[in-house]
């Protein structure tokens, strides 16, 4: 198992320029996440995903949009960067039980010039 | 998450002990977490703990819960260089699908 993987490793955009991150797990997981990581801001919840088709909106999701057409893979799309969404980006997925860990991909690290 | 506090820093000398500290507001916890993030990699899952416990060990790791003070922490034993990372705590509460968590807490161990 891969487990999750997240695509690209790393990305330079410029302001207003549109990229789209994708988020695969191959572990059958119900749920999945986006989160952005900031200094000293910890792990913030962008959205998230319970299942095949829906979506929800975390805590900052203003800026973002996501998909989740198939069960394996989440999509964080960006359709007009800005400085301010310069950061470092985790997926995560977990099966569904309140014990259940939650597993998370290696990060995006992307800057908006 | 502003449910979740936790210390910015902690400098410990190899071979002490090292403890992590938490808070949390939500009474309605089912299980706490431990995450551990090394450079440049993504959070990987220490140990947990079901609210209805006080302590957990495992090896080098004891967690202790202290539910009337919505307090956690995570104890490390015997501290080493490898522990160098920045550790998370983070709650499940019953009815939210997702975890909340803290804003992380950088362990510098020196030699």
């Known amino acids: 198992n891969a487990g999750v993987t997240q695509t690209p490793k790393f990305r330079v955009l410029k302001t207003g320029q549109s990229m789209t991150l994708l988020c695969a797990q191959d572990?059958?997981?119900?749920?999945m996440y986006w989160y952005r990581q900031d200094p000293g801001m910890g792990l913030r919840l962008i959205h998230y995903?319970?299942?095949?088709?829906?979506?929800a909106k975390g805590e900052v999701p203003d800026g973002y949009n996501v998909s989740r057409l198939k069960k394996q893979n989440f999509l964080l799309g960006l359709e007009s960067a800005a400085p301010s969404q310069t950061s470092v980006y985790f997926c995560?997925?977990?099966?569904?039980?309140?014990?259940?860990?939650?597993?998370f991909g290696p990060g995006t690290r992307l800057t908006v010039l | 998450g502003e449910d979740v506090e936790q210390s910015l820093f902690l400098s410990v000398r190899e071979g002490d002990s090292s403890v992590i500290n938490c808070t949390y507001t939500?009474?309605?916890?089912?299980?706490l977490y431990w995450y551990k993030q090394e450079p440049g990699a993504g959070l990987q899952l220490l140990t947990y703990?079901?609210?209805?416990?006080d302590m957990k060990q495992d090896q080098r790791l004891t967690v202790l819960l202290n539910k009337k003070d919505k307090h956690l922490s995570l104890r490390i034993a015997d501290t080493q260089t490898g522990d160098s990372a920045i550790y998370f705590c983070?709650?499940?509460?019953?009815?939210?699908?997702?975890?909340?968590f803290g804003s992380g807490t950088r362990l510098q161990v020196q030699p």
């Open positions: 995560a997925s977990r099966l569904a039980g309140d014990r259940d860990e939650q597993f």
């Open positions: 572990m059958n997981h119900e749920y």
């Open positions: 995903s319970v299942g095949e088709g829906t979506t």
């Open positions: 939500d009474s309605s916890s089912t299980y």
């Open positions: 703990i079901f609210s209805n416990m």
């Open positions: 983070a709650e499940n509460v019953a009815g939210r699908r997702a975890l909340t």
